[in-house]
């Protein structure tokens, strides 16, 4: 026999030997079968949550599947997610870091792929005191509700356009729209498109940036979970290097631009950029640090949001009940001769529950963001191993018949009879996760929902195409890490309001 020959059959050995020792020590939860070196890889639909969900109808809440070699723990009921995200939330806070993960965030110096630890208690509470304070929230404001009555506006411009009329938008345009710019001002306190939706050569850059970050992280998937023949897949070194200089160029230019603007000015501006850079000393923030918590805030918080509004109202056509019950509401406390601002909520509680009614049936990122044991854990009676992940099926949770009563019907009026909440109090309902690792833009995230879906509401009635009926819409996911819809959601819309409010009321902020 070869040497390598021999290299190779030793390799796979031990490796075989190494996991039945793990079996037998360990007492782990139910699963599918394992196949040998690919585990259960092949038997994953795409859309994973789904699958997962099946399997635990088969072999129970908490189940065991296998990526390759590493061992993935799915559980599915609110008992286990509590076990999970509330009993043992400390020993379940770390992040596994794909290679590109690692890469992209200089082996966890941001806050979504950081290990639990004292870099990542320093940078949460940056987020928690600084950057998602109520105060800083509140006086983002105008430029969340300017975002908003553009989009307004530009549905205004499309629907009423004679050549186009009688014909479908594509809702998601609009709303994309709203979450480019959104975050983008948020975090680098820059619109990128000017008022004739022209991007400017940042936002070009920006954009590409982000599509093939995308395409790197794609690339590697399947060797991923296969250590030992990553040989295979080497690791684009070239590409990632070129990648993250890119993606330093531009922020540092923005950076920049920010740091002489304040000097001028003498002030800082309340855009998470700014922040960062005037918190610098303070907290002790590497440069790697603020590049990455800026692109953090992109990665989690624009597609999140868009997402939620089109399943809302992908439901609110399927449910013209709700939706014309939701517009009364509106009507009544808002009337016709303004339009909505942040400062309504607290009087739309109708409103409120339309929006919690759409995260709890279609939440965006179904299976949250993995957490990866950093001991030997017991949830429900099973062993979990130090270095597996654990991820919490929300989507199934918050669709269990055990705790939620008729839970495929979409019907707002659930939350009117009993408060539930969803940010991370009530494990029935978790699309922002709950514990150390709860989605910090939770609120943001909630007021931007609520504020396009009253705007949408308020100043449209929505229906399908002529022809189309409100059942055919189809209500199944696209796979990947969040659950854009699968056929993006075609709709007319029908001005309701006083054509003078359908204007931009822009913020120069
Ligand atoms: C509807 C909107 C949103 C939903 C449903 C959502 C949901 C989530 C979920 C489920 C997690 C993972 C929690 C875990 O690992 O246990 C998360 C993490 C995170 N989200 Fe959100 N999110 C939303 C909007 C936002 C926004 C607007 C921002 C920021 C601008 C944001 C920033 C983050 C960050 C930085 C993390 C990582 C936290 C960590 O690892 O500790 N999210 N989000």
């Not at 998602?132 to 983002?140: D, G, H, M, T």
């Not at 303004?338 to 607290?346: A, I, N, P």
């Not at 993995?370 to 199934?396: F, L, M, T």
Request: proline share 6%.
């Amino acid at each position: 026999m070869s040497l390598p020959l021999i290299l190779t059959v030793s390799i796979i050995a031990f490796f075989l030997t190494y996991k039945l020792y793990q079996w037998l020590r360990f007492k782990l939860p139910p699963g599918p079968r394992p196949w040998p070196v690919v585990g259960n890889l092949y038997d994953i639909k795409p859309i994973r949550f789904r699958c997962f969900a099946e399997w635990a109808q088969v072999y129970g809440p908490i189940i065991s599947v296998w990526f390759g070699s590493t061992l993935n723990v799915i559980v599915s009921n609110s008992e286990l997610a509590r076990e999970v995200l509330k009993e043992h939330d400390q020993q379940l806070a770390d992040r596994h870091r794909s290679r590109s993960a690692a890469k992209f965030s200089r082996d966890g110096q941001d806050l979504i792929w950081a290990d639990y630890g004292p870099h990542y208690v320093k940078v949460r509470k940056v987020c928690t005191l600084e950057l998602f304070s109520p105060k800083r929230l509140e006086a983002l404001r105008p430029i969340r509700e300017d975002e908003v009555s553009a989009m307004v506006e530009s549905i205004f411009l499309d629907c009423t356009n004679p050549e186009s009329l009688g014909k479908t938008l594509q809702v998601r345009i609009y709303l994309g729209a709203v979450a480019f710019n959104n975050i983008t001002r948020l975090a680098f306190g820059k619109r990128f498109v000017n008022s004739d939706g022209i991007m400017d050569e940042q936002g070009h850059e920006f954009k590409a940036i982000v599509s093939n970050g995308l395409k790197l992280g794609a690339s590697l998937a399947m060797a991923e979970h296969i250590p030992w023949l990553r040989w295979m897949f080497p690791l684009e070194e070239e590409a990632f290097a070129k990648h993250g200089a890119r993606r330093d160029r531009l922020t540092r230019a923005i950076m920049e631009e920010h740091t002489l603007a304040r000097q001028k000015s003498g002030g800082a501006k309340q855009h998470f950029v700014d922040a960062l850079l005037t918190l610098q000393d303070k907290y002790d923030l590497s440069e790697d640090t603020i590049i990455g918590l800026l692109w953090d805030m992109i990665t989690a918080g624009m597609d999140t949001t868009a997402i939620s509004v089109e399943w809302a109202m992908a439901e609110l056509i399927r449910n013209p009940r709700v939706q014309k019950k939701a517009q009364e509401e509106l009507d009544r406390v808002i009337g016709f001769e303004r339009v909505m601002s942040e400062t309504d909520f607290s009087n739309l509680p109708y409103l409120q529950s339309v929006a919690k009614e759409a995260l709890r049936l279609h939440p965006p990122t179904p299976l949250m963001l993995p957490h990866r044991a950093n001991a030997n854990v017991k949830i429900g009676g099973y062993d979990i191993p130090k270095g597996s992940n654990v991820h919490v099926n929300v989507w199934a949770v918050a669709r269990d018949p055990a705790v939620w009563k008729d839970p495929e019907e979409f019907r707002p009026e659930r939350f009117l009879e009993e408060d539930v909440d969803m940010k991370g109090h009530d494990f029935r309902l978790l699309p922002f996760g709950a514990g150390r690792r709860v989605c910090p833009g939770a609120q943001l995230g909630i007021n931007l929902v609520t504020s396009m879906l009253g705007h949408l509401l308020h100043h449209f009635c929505w229906t399908t195409a002529e022809g189309v009926k409100a059942e055919e819409i189809d209500l199944l996911e696209n796979p990947g890490l969040v659950a854009y819809m699968r056929t993006p959601l075609q709709a007319i819309a029908t001005p309701r309001l006083p054509s003078h409010l359908y204007k931009r009321v822009a913020a120069d902020m």
